[in-house]
């Protein structure tokens, strides 16, 4: 069962998410909160495995909220997916960076909200990858390609096959995809993922498409 809370100020979106998750067999909301203050109390309290974010908020915006609830340790196992619209680009780089799964639209259909819990829950993949490779090359000012652990520390603390992996995630393929690209089974595509998260202090696939983009691995529009 994969719980869920809803922050957004806007009632309506609101009820609407909630009756089509709630409607679900494997999934429960267990809160609502209208602002992130409220939202960043609800975790405390609820625990939930997502927290679907609105950005725009009072009191506490959606982008504070976030980087709030990421860094609080008792918060680990919560995960943030952000409610927004391809036009707020840099808000949701800044959610990303705050610790944010990914993202999704507002005017998703209803199964792609669905899979998009059920995937932030899972740690699967970054939401959209197409549309988040878009985003992200149009909005992260990218260094020098050539990486080097001057460049990048944690990028530079990575073998070859992991920053070949690494670039491959940050290019949105899936596990099965890296696995097909690099000749090998995707449990051992997730292990390198693993590890790769581990030893770069990354909790999911999201932050590892950050990094990729900020150290200069991958290329805006590679």
Same mark, same amino acid.
């Given at each position: 069962?994969?719980?869920?809370?809803?922050?957004?100020?806007?009632? *309506?979106?609101?009820?609407?998410?909630?009756?089509? +998750?709630?409607?679900?067999?494997?999934?429960? $909301?267990?809160?609502?909160?209208?602002?992130?203050?409220?939202?960043?109390?609800?975790?405390?309290?609820?625990?939930?495995?997502?927290? *679907?974010?609105? /950005?725009?908020? @009072?009191?506490?915006?959606?982008? =504070?909220?976030?980087?709030?609830?990421?860094?609080? #340790?008792?918060?680990?196992?919560?995960?943030?997916? /952000?409610?927004?619209?391809?036009?707020?680009?840099?808000?949701?780089?800044?959610?990303?960076?705050?610790?944010?799964?990914?993202?999704?639209?507002?005017?998703?259909?209803?199964?792609?909200? *669905?899979?998009?819990?059920?995937?932030?829950?899972?740690?699967?993949?970054? *939401?959209?990858?197409?549309?988040?490779?878009?985003?992200?090359?149009? %909005?992260?000012?990218?260094?020098?390609?050539?990486?080097?652990?001057?460049?990048? @520390?944690?990028?530079? =603390? +990575? %073998?070859?096959?992991?920053?070949?992996? +690494?670039?491959?995630?940050?290019?949105?393929?899936?596990?099965?995809?890296?696995?097909?690209?690099?000749?090998?089974?995707?449990?051992?595509?997730? %292990?390198? $993922?693993?590890?790769?998260? =581990?030893? $770069?202090?990354?909790?999911?696939?999201?932050?590892?498409?950050?990094? =990729?983009?900020?150290?200069?691995?991958?290329? #805006?529009?590679?």
């Amino acid at each position: 069962m994969t719980t869920v809370l809803i922050v957004d100020d806007q009632a *309506l979106i609101r009820q609407a998410v909630t009756d089509l +998750l709630d409607g679900q067999d494997d999934v429960q $909301v267990v809160g609502e909160a209208t602002n992130g203050a409220a939202a960043v109390e609800a975790v405390r309290s609820l625990h939930p495995d997502v927290v *679907l974010m609105d /950005i725009r908020m @009072p009191v506490m915006d959606g982008i =504070a909220a976030t980087a709030a609830i990421c860094a609080d #340790p008792d918060n680990a196992e919560t995960r943030v997916l /952000i409610l927004t619209t391809f036009e707020e680009d840099d808000y949701v780089v800044q959610a990303l960076r705050a610790g944010a799964s990914g993202f999704i639209g507002k005017g998703s259909e209803p199964d792609e909200i *669905l899979r998009a819990v059920q995937a932030i829950h899972a740690g699967d993949a970054l *939401l959209s990858s197409a549309a988040t490779r878009s985003l992200i090359a149009r %909005t992260i000012e990218a260094p020098p390609v050539q990486v080097s652990p001057e460049i990048s @520390p944690k990028v530079g =603390a +990575l %073998t070859d096959r992991e920053r070949e992996v +690494l670039a491959f995630v940050a290019r949105g393929r899936s596990n099965q995809e890296i696995a097909d690209e690099l000749f090998i089974s995707p449990h051992t595509a997730k %292990t390198h $993922v693993n590890r790769i998260m =581990a030893k $770069v202090g990354a909790h999911d696939r999201a932050q590892l498409v950050i990094l =990729a983009y900020e150290s200069g691995l991958v290329a #805006p529009g590679s």
